[in-house]
Nanobody
Framework: QPHLAESGGGLVQSGGSLTLSCTASGFTLGDSAVGWFRQAPGKEREGVCSISRDGQTQEYRVFVKDRFNVSRDNAKNQVYLQMDSLKPEDTAIYYC????????????????????WGQGTQVTVSS
């Protein structure tokens, strides 16, 4: 039973940093690209970034480019999201997602391309 769990969320002031972790169980994370998504109150879920199976390719949405960095440690079945220069508009529940059965491309920030999701972790950035 493939499962993902996020951790590392919390409260941080504007301009601060936070690192999220995504831990997989029930499948080999190295077999799947991983995406990070977020959803703020009253807004639709949006893609944040994605990383290929081997970590060599990363895809970022423009609103987090140069501020966020995604990486992975397949030996630990983990993927990470390093968030720097956080802004209040980054406040959201953050989710990681995987596609154990495969993806048609190295990375994607399309939510419907993933079929295993974590429960999310809350990130709150104060002004």
């Amino acid at each position: 039973q493939p499962h993902l769990a996020e951790s590392g969320g919390g409260l941080v002031q504007s301009g601060g940093s936070l690192t999220l972790s995504c831990t997989a169980s029930g499948f080999t994370l190295g077999d799947s690209a991983v995406g990070w998504f977020r959803q703020a109150p009253g807004k639709e879920r949006e893609g944040v970034c994605s990383i290929s199976r081997d970590g060599q390719t990363q895809e970022y949405r423009v609103f987090v480019k140069d501020r966020f960095n995604v990486s992975r440690d397949n030996a630990k079945n983990q993927v990470y999201l390093q968030m720097d220069s956080l802004k209040p508009e980054d406040t959201a529940i953050y989710y990681c997602a995987a596609a154990p059965s495969g993806l048609g491309r190295p990375t994607t920030v399309r939510a419907r391309d993933y079929d295993v999701w974590g429960q999310g972790t809350q990130v709150t950035v104060s002004s």
